[in-house]
C-alpha cells in the first residue's frame, strides 16, 4: 500500500487534540502518514471548535482557503471534523461541495471507512452522539504529540447545560470510559515511559457517576495512583459544583496527584451565576478555594471568566474582579461573551455592549496580569521539581519543563534528557513562564 499524507489542522481544547491523536493513530493503520504542508497532503482534515463565534468562522475561511488544493488535484479528500461539524454537518455539505465527508465529535473511529466512501465517490455525514458507542475505543492506536505527558480522556459529553455553553449540544450526554480500559492505557503509557497523564473530560468530576459498577472519580483517581512508574497524575476540568470533599482528601493523600486545579469560576457574581446556571454561589465558589488552600498546601488554581454576559452590570463585573483577587489565582483564561445557537443565554436580554465587554476583558486581564507575575517572583530562590518535557525552543542548549503545579521552566545545566524529573532553582519569575538551573538530577 502506498503512504498517503494527511495534513490535520485542530482547533480548540483538549479533548480535540486527544480526539485528533487518536485519529492520527487510525489514520496511520490506513496508510496515513502526517504532514505540516497542505498542498502536498493526499487528505485535509479540520477538527473544529464551536465554543466561541470566532472559532466557528474559522472553519469556513480555512475551507475557503484550503479547498484550492482540491481545486488543483481533484483526487484531494477534504473532511470536517468536531465540535462545528456536530453543530453544523448539514449545512457544511450543503454549502461546500468541495467537502468529502463530515463526522462529528463521537466520529473519530469512523473516519478510515469515510475516506474509503468519499474514494468511490460517496459523500457522507456522521452524527450520532449514541451512548453505547465508545469513541475511545482506539486510543492504544493514538500518536501522541509528547513523549512524556499524554492525555488520556475519561468521560465524554456534558449534562451541566450551563446556559451560554454549546458543549452538551455538540458533544451529547455524559459518557464514563470503563475505568478498566482507562487503566489499561495508563498502564500501557507508564509502560513506554510515560511519567505524566492529565485525565480529561468537560466535567471529571462526574465520571462514573451514572452506573453503579463502575468506579466514580475518587475511586477512579486511587486506582490509577498505583500505576508503576507513573509519576504526575492531572485532571481537567472540575466543575465547581461537583468538586467533592472527598476528591479533594484525594488530591491531599495522593502524593502522585499534582498541586494545580483548573476551577472555573466564569462570574464572581450570584446573580450572574444564576442565569448561566452554574449550580453555584460566589460564597460555595470561596470555600472551595479555601477548602483546597486548607488541604493542599501550595496548589494552583487556575479558572476561566466570561464577561460581558446578558445582563451583567458593573457592580457584577465588580464582583468579577473582586473575586479574582480573594480567590488568587495563578493563571486565568477571559473570554468575552459569545452567543451560541441553540443555547438558553442566546435568547436572554440586555446583551452587554462589545466595548463595554472588551474593557472588562482588558481589566480582567491586567488584573490577573500581576498577580501570575507576583506569584512567579515569589517562587525566584525555591528549588521545584520539574518534569523535563523537552528541548527549550528559544535558547539551545537548555531545557523546558513543568512544575507540580504546572507552570512552564526554562532551565539549564545538569545532563538530563525527556522523561527526567529534575530539581531546578528558580532565578527569575517572568510573567509567562519561570527561568532556573538544575541543581541536582
Ligand atoms: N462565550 C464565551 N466564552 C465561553 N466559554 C464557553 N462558552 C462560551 C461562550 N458562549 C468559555 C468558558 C469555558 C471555556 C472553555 O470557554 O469560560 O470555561
Ligand atoms: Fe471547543 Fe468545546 Fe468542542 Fe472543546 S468541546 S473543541 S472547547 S466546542
Known amino acids: 500500500m502506498k503512504t498517503k499524507t494527511v495534513y490535520l489542522k485542530n482547533f480548540g481544547c483538549q479533548m480535540n487534540n486527544a480526539d485528533a491523536e487518536q485519529l492520527l493513530g487510525v489514520l496511520h493503520r490506513a496508510g496515513y502518514r502526517a504532514t505540516d504542508r497542505p498542498e502536498e497532503a493526499d487528505l485535509i482534515l479540520l477538527n473544529t471548535c464551536a465554543i466561541r463565534e470566532k472559532a466557528e468562522q474559522k472553519v469556513f475561511s480555512d475551507l475557503g482557503r484550503l479547498k484550492v488544493f482540491k481545486a488543483k488535484d481533484p483526487g484531494v479528500l477534504i473532511g470536517v471534523l468536531g ?26 473511529a469512523e473516519v478510515p471507512e469515510m475516506i474509503r466512501k468519499a474514494r468511490a465517490g460517496e459523500r457522507s455525514l456522521f452524527l450520532s452522539l449514541e451512548d453505547e458507542f465508545d469513541p475511545g475505543r482506539f486510543r492504544n492506536e493514538s500518536i501522541r504529540e509528547s513523549r512524556v505527558a499524554a492525555l488520556v480522556p475519561i468521560i465524554y459529553g456534558c449534562d451541566n447545560f450551563c446556559s451560554y455553553c454549546v458543549v452538551p449540544y455538540v458533544r451529547g450526554r455524559e459518557w464514563s470510559r470503563p475505568a478498566a480500559e482507562i487503566l489499561q492505557e495508563v498502564r500501557e503509557l507508564a509502560g513506554r515511559g510515560y511519567k505524566e497523564i492529565t485525565l480529561i473530560g468537560q466535567n471529571v468530576n462526574s465520571y462514573g457517576k451514572k452506573s453503579k459498577e463502575n468506579e466514580d472519580f475518587c475511586g477512579l483517581l486511587h486506582l490509577l495512583h498505583e500505576v508503576n512508574g507513573l509519576e504526575r497524575i492531572r485532571f481537567v476540568t472540575s466543575h465547581p459544583k ?24 466564569q462570574s464572581g457574581s450570584d446573580r450572574v451565576l444564576r442565569d448561566m446556571n452554574r449550580g453555584y454561589s460566589r460564597s460555595d465558589y470561596l470555600k472551595k478555594v ?85 506569584k512567579h517572583q515569589a517562587l525566584v530562590g525555591t528549588t521545584v521539581e520539574v518534569l523535563v518535557e ?52
Not at 83 to 105: H, M, N, S, Y
Not at 306 to 323: H, K, N, R, W, Y
Open 83 to 108: 465540535c462545528v461539524a456536530q453543530a453544523e454537518g448539514k449545512k457544511i455539505l450543503a454549502r461546500e461541495p468541495a467537502v468529502d465527508f463530515v463526522a462529528g465529535t463521537r466520529g473519530t
Open 290 to 374: 479555601e477548602r483546597l488552600r486548607e488541604a493542599i498546601p501550595g496548589i494552583a488554581l487556575t479558572t476561566d471568566i466570561i464577561v460581558g454576559f446578558p445582563g451583567e452590570s458593573e457592580a457584577d463585573f465588580e464582583e468579577t474582579l473582586s473575586l479574582i483577587r480573594e480567590a488568587d489565582f495563578d493563571r486565568l483564561f477571559a473570554f468575552r461573551f459569545s452567543p451560541r445557537a441553540g443555547t438558553a443565554a442566546e435568547k436572554l436580554p440586555d446583551p452587554v455592549d462589545e466595548e463595554t465587554a472588551g474593557r472588562r476583558l482588558a481589566a480582567v486581564l491586567d488584573l490577573q496580569k500581576e498577580q501570575t507575575l507576583r
Open 390 to 441: 523537552g528541548a527549550n525552543p528559544k535558547v539551545s542548549g537548555e531545557w523546558m519543563g513543568r512544575t507540580r503545579a504546572n507552570k512552564i521552566v526554562h532551565f539549564g545545566g545538569g545532563r538530563t534528557v525527556p522523561g527526567d524529573l529534575v530539581d531546578v532553582r528558580i532565578e527569575k519569575g517572568l510573567p509567562n513562564c519561570l527561568t532556573g538551573r538544575v541543581v541536582s538530577s
Open 242 to 265: 461537583d468538586l467533592s470533599r472527598s476528591v479533594i482528601a484525594a488530591m491531599a493523600s495522593l502524593h502522585k496527584i499534582c498541586e494545580a486545579l483548573h476551577l472555573p469560576v
